[in-house]
Structures are given as C-alpha cells and as structure tokens.
C-alpha cells in the first residue's frame, strides 16, 4: 500500500507563495505518476499538476504552478506563486501506477488534503 501525507498549506495575502510537500511512503516505487488537485466548497474537483516519475514530463493547468519531484526523500511538491482568492481550495496529492497523461483522474492513493486559503 501507498501512504501520501501532505503539508504546507495555510493561509496567505493576495500575491504570496505557498509551497505544498506530500510524502509518499509504503510502495512508493508503484506509482510512477504523482499529481495534484483542488476542491473547492460547492465546486467541482480541479486538476492542478501531474508528474510521471522518471522521465519527468509534466502536465500543467495553470502556469502559476510548478509541481516538482525529491526522489531522494520520495517527496512531491507543489509551488504556487501569484496566489489569488480563487485559489482557496483544499488540495490534495494522488499517487497511481503507470504514467501520467492530460485529464487523468484514477489514482489509488490520496492524501489527506491540506487547506489553503488566500485571502484579498
């Protein structure tokens, strides 16, 4: 089995940066594709980022996001900068077996979620 437990999260101004980590422990090496999303009270899951593990390609959905890879600590992070109020959500870290592509939603491991609220 694969454990996901996230951090970071907080509240922030209009403008500022935040940066999420999710440790993945338990299996880590069965999921090759890590990513992130956001759900927001009364809204619909939102795909934010995805990462498959060891080629590195990446997927975006908004480019003031950066998701990135430790492999060394088996961390996934998500940088985000320019934050808006928008962006208040609880987000979440997924894990799953083979690689990544656009519009991907089945992942076998989630982590808790982390709460960020930006305020204006």
């Known amino acids: 089995q694969v454990q996901l437990v996230e951090s970071g999260g907080g509240s922030v101004q209009a403008g500022g940066s935040l940066r999420l980590s999710c440790v993945v422990s338990?299996?880590?090496?069965?999921?090759?594709?890590r990513a992130w999303f956001r759900q927001a009270p009364g809204r619909k899951r939102e795909d934010i980022a995805s990462?498959?593990?060891?080629?590195g390609i990446t997927y975006y959905y908004d480019s003031r996001f950066t998701i990135s890879q430790d492999n060394a600590k088996n961390t996934l992070y998500l940088q985000m900068s320019n934050l808006k109020p928008e962006d208040t959500a609880r987000y979440y870290c997924?894990?799953?077996?083979?690689?990544?592509?656009?519009?991907?939603?089945?992942?076998?491991?989630w982590g808790q979620g982390n709460q960020v609220t930006v305020s204006s």
């Open positions: 338990g299996n880590a090496a069965s999921t090759s594709c």
């Open positions: 990462i498959t593990i060891g080629s």
């Open positions: 997924a894990a799953g077996g083979n690689t990544c592509y656009r519009g991907r939603h089945d992942f076998s491991a």
